[in-house]
T-cell receptor, first 110, second 114 residues
Framework: DAKTTQPNSMESNEEEPVHLPCNHSTISGTDYIHWYRQLPSQGPEYVIHGLTSNVNNRMASLAIAEDRKSSTLILHRATLRDAAVYYCILRDSRDDKIIFGKGTRLHILP | ETGVTQSPTHLIKTRGQQVTLRCSSQSGHNTVSWYQQALGQGPQFIFQYYREEENGRGNFPPRFSGLQFPNYSSELNVNALELDDSALYLC?????????????FGPGTRLTVL
């Protein structure tokens, strides 16, 4: 079973920041926090991952709570192309498979 | 660098038939994972192949089987198709043994069972 909890859907206005929350209260010490997104009619694509420290890349930022029981994916300036389902996933560093939940469907309003 | 490709893109079968789906992994990747995604749901892990051996399996019956070839491409076979097998089938490739191994997904094969 998925070990994360996310809102079913969220809305945001174009060109504004978006904060996508994820709760993972049962996270273990070897679990990495991953985010994937799935654009319409495409396979999932990797967004970002982290273990303890906040992470930034060209797509997004990942803010991880100090107790690691929650995290937030931040899209700094949403565009219409960011409309997708965003999956927050815990992945053991020793395990290669991904257990997806239902994710958050992000709607971007023009 | 060539990405993950899957064939066919769409397929229609009838109950009881057998189907084979194909996946070509990204250049340099030695691991292929297969997922089933029903409409409105997240992908569900079927199994993974690493260096031609099954390396982990999800909660799917034995009529779901696979192969990985020496060039690391892979096939997913489903026997005795059921209506509930209608779904998007995704494969993802990665490189194990090289530190963090991000999975790269293909566009999927849409299977409809009538």
């Amino acid at each position: 079973d998925a070990k994360t909890t996310q809102p079913n859907s969220m809305e945001s206005n174009e060109e504004e920041p978006v904060h996508l929350p994820c709760n993972h209260s049962t996270i273990s010490g070897t679990d990495y926090i991953h985010w994937y997104r799935q654009l319409p009619s495409q396979g999932p694509e990797y967004v970002i991952h982290g273990l303890t420290s906040n992470v930034n890349n060209r797509m997004a930022s990942l803010a991880i709570a100090e107790d690691r029981k929650s995290s937030t994916l931040i899209l700094h300036r949403a565009t219409l192309r960011d409309a997708a389902v965003y999956y927050c996933i815990l992945r053991d560093s020793r395990d290669d498979k991904i257990i997806f939940g239902k994710g958050t469907r992000l709607h971007i309003l023009p | 660098e060539t990405g993950v490709t899957q064939s066919p893109t769409h397929l229609i079968k009838t109950r009881g038939q057998q189907v084979t789906l194909r996946c070509s992994s990204q250049s340099g990747h030695n691991t292929v994972s297969w997922y089933q995604q029903a409409l409105g749901q997240g992908p569900q892990f079927i199994f993974q192949y690493y260096r031609e051996e099954e390396n982990g399996r999800g909660n799917f019956p034995p009529r779901f089987s696979g192969l990985q070839f020496p060039n690391y491409s892979s096939e997913l076979n489903v026997n005795a198709l059921e209506l509930d097998d209608s779904a998007l089938y995704l494969c993802a490739s990665s490189q194990q043994g090289a530190g963090y191994n991000e999975q790269f997904f293909g566009p999927g094969t849409r299977l409809t069972v009538l």
